[in-house]
């Protein structure tokens, strides 16, 4: 009786003095770990008689609820303490004067990315990404530009020493037509996508960096016509130029991976530089690529060619962006100029959508 007592009231103090998580911790396997003292006197009990037992089992498991019990109490008081210690450290006054953080400003191609991104948003088309580095087969021969066929050497490329796992050469892509692959690879039609991303060749001049930005646009379906590429291209000119009319000029051009295909000019002002409506426009701009996706692209990619057809388009980004704002040379895009981009970026807080407003 009076060991099991001293036994708790030394416990109770202990734990009542323990002033860390840590002490109460060591107080508690001390008491009811594998080795600790009350878990040693409730051993004790297998060993004794019925009699000695309905005596002793009570007062051991009172024992033990009673400490515990303290553990829990002594734990919710030390918790509370360092909580609040916490909070008075973190202290912060509410009245103070906030410091402005650096305003930083969205790229002029970013922006126009995010303004195309909206436009086909709205006419139902989704985003799909590609690798940079890509390999020959999406770049090349699966868009029907076969090996040693003069249509590579269009593209002056980049080549990655080295093969990738399925033995094929691997290329920073030079165009965003290796997406178009990859989606109807990816998934069934019907598709609707655009693909914005950068783009590389082996070209420097005032027009040319050896990196640039293209968008693709891709649409796989049953009846899909070449009017339905003309209206598509028309509505994202308009919205794009925010403009009530535009004249689009379809030239024949070749592609290899587009049969029939075209190249497509806008119509604009040689007075305002922007594109104007059919009386109004005297020059011609090419700002795009398309045509009907050839036959032997939708079968390369494992689709029917006499279930699906479709139209693609590809368009430089930096070109259109150029257009919009009125730069003129390519390079300052990359220079990373702190001064050029403050002077042409746009807010981070100047979202376009088609509500309020493409672009600035
Ligand atoms: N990939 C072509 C280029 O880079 C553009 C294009 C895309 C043309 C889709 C037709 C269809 O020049």
């Not at 249509?151 to 990738?164: E, I, K, N, P, Q």
């Not at 009386?279 to 692209?297: I, N, S």
Request: glycine share 8%.
């Amino acid at each position: 009786m009076t060991d099991t007592d001293s036994l708790q009231s030394d416990l109770l103090a202990r734990i009542a003095a323990a002033d860390t998580p840590e002490a109460l911790e060591a107080v508690r396997v001390a008491a009811l770990g594998k080795a600790g003292a009350v878990t040693a006197l409730l051993k004790t009990l297998g060993g004794l008689s019925p009699e000695e037992r309905s005596v002793s089992g009570p007062r051991f498991n009172g024992l033990r609820e009673a400490v515990s019990a303290a553990l829990a109490a002594r734990k919710a008081v030390l918790d509370a303490a360092a909580l609040d210690a916490k909070l008075a450290a973190e202290r912060q006054d509410m009245t103070l004067p906030v410091t402005p953080a650096p305003v930083g400003s969205i790229h002029p191609i970013s922006q126009v990315m995010d303004e195309l991104a909206e436009i086909f948003a709205d006419l139902g088309f989704a985003v799909a990404t590609g690798p940079e580095i890509e390999d020959d087969w999406h770049n090349f021969t699966a868009l029907n530009i076969p090996e040693h066929h003069p249509a590579r050497a269009m593209h002056d490329t980049f080549y990655v020493d080295g093969l990738d796992t399925e033995g094929r050469r691997r290329v920073l892509r030079t165009h965003t037509s290796p997406v178009q692959i990859r989606t109807m690879m990816a998934q069934q039609p019907p598709i609707r996508i655009i693909a914005p991303g950068r783009v590389y060749r082996s070209d420097s001049d005032a027009t040319h960096t050896p990196m640039f930005h293209q968008i693709e646009g891709l649409v796989i379906d049953r009846t899909t016509t070449m009017a339905q590429l003309r209206w598509t291209l028309e509505t994202f000119i308009k919205a794009f130029f925010e403009v009530d009319d535009v004249v689009l000029r379809f030239r024949p051009s070749y592609f290899p991976f587009t049969e029939p295909s075209v190249e497509v000019d806008v119509g604009y002002s040689s007075k305002t530089g922007r594109p104007a409506a059919p009386g109004e426009a005297d020059k011609w701009l090419e700002v795009l690529g398309a045509g009907m996706v050839h036959p032997r692209v939708i079968a390369a990619c494992g689709l029917d060619p006499q279930q699906w057809q479709g139209f693609a388009f590809g368009t430089g980004v930096d070109r259109l962006a150029m257009l919009k704002y009125g730069l003129t040379d390519l390079r300052a895009f990359f220079d990373g100029d702190l001064r050029w981009l403050k002077h042409h970026g746009f807010s981070a807080f100047d979202m376009p959508t088609i509500s309020g407003g493409i672009g600035a």
